[in-house]
């Protein structure tokens, strides 16, 4: 009894100023330099700093993002089993870092066009949860008023052109669009996401080819989860070393 009221006094102690160092973290905007934990491995180019300058007020709203992002993930996991979301639902657990990361170097004047593992992306698009858990449930609140589902996320004022469910599907699709931000002389780029399991696709080389001979402003990211669905990466590829399949195409591994 008494070890319990102590620790509830402690609680009371510490709380104000846990709280308090909180806030104080998340207003603090000094400069801070960071080093990442591995370097960059690259290939037909020169490797980025490993220093890179950024706050405490920043690091803390991508962590915020990614919890969210995350437990968004797990609700939308729990629905599913519950059954009231219906069909597919391809989740991006583990992979939060990804969509910060990029969203922190780019504006909303880049595209961005993904597979079938979505709901985070859109969120780091300025998506909501509500449009989120309408969309997965069929709702015509959703982001694509609800006939899309989980793997068709769209928002287009934000440059967000999907979610796709054929895998690679979505590579040249994106090279359509840096296409046409090229013509039509915008100050943008592309990013087309793609899976290891997509990595062998011809259609991504095919895409890789022409957009190297044009010189579109597109950039094919890899997000190698070690596993195409089911099957393990060392199973599908004879070389897993994505970021050299270019050949011809400057690449650059990013491990975290």
Known sequence: MALSRLTSRSNIITRPFSAAFSRLLSTDTTPITIETSLP?????????SRSVESSSQELLSFFRTMALMRRMEIAADSLYKAKLIRGFCHLYDGQEAVAIGMEAAITKKDAIITAYRDHCLFLGRGGSLHEVFSELMGRQAGCSKGKGGSMHFYKKESSFYGGHGIVGAQVPLGCGIAFAQ??????????????????????????????ALWDLPAILVCENNHYGMGTAEWRASKSSSYYKRGDYVPGLKVSF
């Open 182 to 211: 090229k013509y039509n002389k915008e100050e943008a780029v592309t990013f087309a996401l793609y899976g290891d399991g997509a990595a062998n696709q011809g259609q991504l080389f095919e895409a890789l080819n022409i957009s």
């Open 40 to 48: 960059f491995t690259a290939h037909l180019c020169d490797p980025p």
